[in-house]
């Protein structure tokens, strides 16, 4: 079974990507700002705390996976979460970088489609997609996964 990572903060967001994923049985280990507050048991499922003031321990935590999802609240009048996409976005890119992943999945909020984007086009040793938060993007971060079927140039389009 593959698993892979899944990075965020407690939003309905990450909720809903990972739920995505573990109901197509994908085995996700979930970096989390508040691990605690993750109320779900299952066999699939693995749960750290996401530490996004320690850019090496974000390095070692991303060792080893092929893929590699960031997700981002849409929220754009929360204080606390535009906070840390904006100081720990692009130390995370980073970090999957360096940590040899092949695939990022950002999802985040349209309205900040150009902030995530414009660190991502200059990735050019890392496979990446950005999915938006409108329709089915749970469903679309999970169908990365299982069965990439969308490449870059398609979302720059």
């Known amino acids: ?47 750290s705390r996401l530490d996004v003031d320690d850019h090496e321990r974000l390095v070692k935590d991303f060792e080893g996976y ?34 040899g992943v092949s695939r990022l999945i950002v999802v985040g909020s349209p309205e900040a489609a150009a902030f995530f984007l414009g660190d991502l086009r200059r990735e050019k040793d890392l496979d990446w997609v950005f999915i938006s938060t409108e329709g089915d993007y749970a469903d679309r971060a999970a169908r990365e996964i299982v069965a990439p079927q969308y490449h870059r140039e398609e979302i720059e389009a």
């Not at 997700?71 to 970088?97: C, I, P």
Request: charged share 25%.
């Open 66 to 99: 092929h893929d590699v999802i960031l997700t981002y609240n849409d929220d754009q009048t929360d204080v606390e979460s535009n906070d840390f996409t904006l100081h720990h976005y692009k130390d995370m890119v980073n970090a999957a970088r360096e940590a």
């Open 1 to 47: 079974m593959k698993e892979i990572a899944l990075t965020g903060s407690n939003c309905h967001i990450f909720a809903e990507v990972l739920s995505a994923l573990l109901h197509r049985g994908v085995a996700v280990h979930a970096y989390v700002t508040y691990p605690e507050r993750l109320m779900l048991d299952d066999v699939d499922l693995t749960v």
